[in-house]
């Protein structure tokens, strides 16, 4: 029953990245519910029947966690460039602001009068 979950899982993974390349988000969302209900039924069915892995359910999960590894390091550069991304957008504001409103704030730089006389 465990090799079945995994099988299953295995199948489900691999269709979300394939979704995750392709740009397909909801897909990917969906993919990711139906392998959040698997990993628990997985628990399920372990408890019952033991936590120990054959050596291919070893391998299968082996080879789940490279693929999970893989999708993860793509949503860390993905998080990186929408950071920058938001970052360019921040200032891009910021200095439309300033060049639409120029004397909104007061500015740092003024002159001084002397007021004493010579």
């Known amino acids: 029953m465990k090799e079945k979950l995994l099988q299953a ?11 995750l390349e392709d740009d397909e988000i909801e897909e990917f969302e969906k993919f990711l519910n139906q392998k ?24 299968l999960v082996k080879k789940l966690q490279e693929v999970d590894a893989r999708m993860n390091t ?8 929408t950071k920058k991304e938001i970052g360019k957008i921040r200032n891009q504001k910021k200095v439309a602001h300033f060049y639409n409103h120029p004397y909104s704030t007061a500015s740092e730089e ?3 009068i002397d007021k004493r006389r010579t």
């Open 74 to 81: 793509y949503f860390q550069q993905e998080l990186e460039a």
């Open 36 to 59: 959040e209900t698997l990993i628990h039924q997985l628990k399920v069915v372990r408890e019952k029947e033991g936590m120990d892995w054959s050596e291919t359910e070893k391998q």
């Open 110 to 112: 003024g002159i001084f």
């Open 9 to 19: 899982l295995w199948q489900l993974t691999l269709a979300q990245e394939k979704a």
